[in-house]
T-cell receptor
Framework: GDSVTQMEGPVTLSEEAFLTINCTYT??????LFWYVQYPGEGLQLLLK?????DKGSNKGFEATYRKETTSFHLEKGSVQVSDSAVYFC??????????FGAGTTVTVRA | EAGVAQSPRYKIIEKRQSVAFWCNPI?????LYWYQQILGQGPKLLIQ????????DSQLPKDRFSAERLKGVDSTLKIQPAKLEDSAVYLC????????????FGQGTRLTVV
């Protein structure tokens, strides 16, 4: 079935460092792709999304581009802040409308 | 607009007891999901409803888990009897339409089975 694989953590960075979290997917057809974030003590919330090839999703300084040729949707941020410390989940919604998640990557940003 | 509401937030039970979780999705959202999130893992889909019909329950352990969504609005997930390995956060989410739209999540219910 359709699935998502994301890079394992934890990832520890200093403030203002560049962040990349890799995500690749396996799917039949044309899924929608998402990044969700879970801040400490809070629920899952949508960070950004892309619904077709070459779409770029962006929010709060984060970006991810839907790459069909490499089946990837890597998350990037040019300059992280302490407040970006969270668990990040890559997800896809497949043609049968099933929403599947990766294992999550824990990011810690140090001042 | 109000978000997805879940209750209770926390529950501690002994193994072999039963427990129920409640979810009220965002008004007008036709699709409702229940996920199980074990510590350190990504959410695993247990069951997906479209209105009051089940779309996917392939990963629901049907010998002990059950879920219903009466009248296509709020939903209840039940575990009976609970096992130690059921300790997890149970997340409810809803989305606006059958299409591949984003889902909105509740705060979750943290279940501890002792």
């Amino acid at each position: 079935g359709d699935s998502v694989t994301q890079m394992e953590g934890p990832v520890t960075l200093s403030e203002e460092a560049f962040l990349t979290i890799n995500c690749t997917y396996t799917a039949t057809g044309y899924p929608s792709l998402f990044w969700y974030v879970q801040y400490p003590g809070e629920g899952l919330q949508l960070l950004l999304k892309a619904t077709k090839a070459d779409d770029k999703g962006s929010n709060k300084g984060f970006e991810a581009t839907y790459r069909k040729e490499t089946t990837s949707f890597h998350l990037e941020k040019g300059s992280v802040q302490v407040s970006d410390s969270a668990v990040y989940f890559c997800a896809l919604c497949s043609n049968d409308y099933k929403l599947s998640f990766g294992a999550g990557t824990t990011v810690t940003v140090r001042a | 607009e109000a978000g997805v509401a879940q209750s209770p937030r926390y529950k501690i039970i002994e193994k072999r007891q039963s427990v129920a979780f409640w979810c009220n999705p965002i008004s007008g959202h036709a699709t409702l999901y229940w996920y199980q999130q074990i510590l350190g893992q990504g959410p695993k889909l247990l069951i997906q409803f479209q209105n009051n019909g089940v779309v996917d329950d392939s990963q629901l352990p049907k010998d002990r888990f059950s879920a219903e969504r009466l009248k296509g609005v709020d939903s209840t997930l039940k575990i009976q009897p609970a096992k130690l390995e059921d300790s997890a956060v149970y997340l409810c989410a809803s989305s606006a339409r059958t299409g591949k739209a984003e889902a909105f999540f509740g705060q979750g219910t943290r279940l501890t089975v002792v």
